[in-house]
């Protein structure tokens, strides 16, 4: 069944949890989409995971449509949402827009996600009103990692928890179809849940979210620089995946790869009648 901004929130309503996992490639969208995903996000989360930065500051507008074309091309099912990238949506409303139009244009993807609550609020209402559905994401945002000084839990004060509220609310009235909560305390989480109509999708977030997404590396064990608290490690992959690997090495010096079922064959008498 193909998924859509209004079965996020006919999910909510009904009290389905919603599932979504990042992917960056077409091999990963498609295993992920057939294996009955809600909605894959193509996050700007690809500068650390595929392309090897430190944080996603350095994540350009046009890697994130190089990578959404890809999975849009394995994906046939799920939502596919492609994560704005830094500076992308801070300039002017005119270039918001734009930016936003071309993820979905050249990209292909559904929606688009963007970092922030009151700050963006213009930048939310404008791109809606282009009809392109948006999706919030507040909590830790990596985006102001320097800002926030790390990759820390947000929402433990009262005032910051406030502000969380606060913010969830405008962007449900800005018109986005879903908030993306990451790194509060599950009770924070629910109360943001239970302050909006619109679903939240946790990441880091505890069990009250409507939804849950996880960086699919993350999950498999793809990625090992360092594995935030919230992450299930459901595979360990990278083990798997080296122990392949060495087997390969062994039998190649072995002699054990390529066999015969492997290789083309032709009549031996051509060669013999070559040779002569
Ligand atoms: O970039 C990303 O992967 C994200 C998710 C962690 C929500 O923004
Ligand atoms: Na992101």
Known sequence: MKKTVSYFKEAKKSGKKITMLTAYDYSMAKIIDEAG?????????????????ENTLSVTLDDMIHHIKAVVKGAKN?????????????????????????????????????????????????IV?????????IGLTPQSVNLLGGFKVQGKSKEQIKKLVEDAKYLEEAGV??????????????????SVSIPTIGIGAGRFCDGQILVVNDMLGLFSDFVPKFVKRYRNLKED??????????DVQNGGFPEDIHSFKIDKTIIEEIKK
């Open 78 to 126: 799920a939502l596919i949402v492609g994560d704005m990238p830094f500076l992308s949506y801070h300039v002017s409303v005119e270039e918001s827009i734009k930016n936003a139009g071309r993820l979905i244009q050249e990209g292909g993807c559904h929606a688009v996600k963007l970092e922030g609550g009151v700050e963006v609020l213009d930048k939310v209402k404008a």
């Open 129 to 137: 009103k282009a009809q392109i559905p948006v999706m919030g994401h």
């Open 177 to 194: 179809f879903a908030i993306v909560l990451e790194a509060v305390p599950d009770e924070v989480a629910k109360l943001i849940t239970e």
């Open 241 to 250: 995946i080296q122990g392949a690997i060495k087997e390969y090495i062994e």
């Open 37 to 53: 995903i809600d909605g894959i996000l193509v996050g700007d989360s690809l500068g650390m995971v595929a392309l090897g930065y």
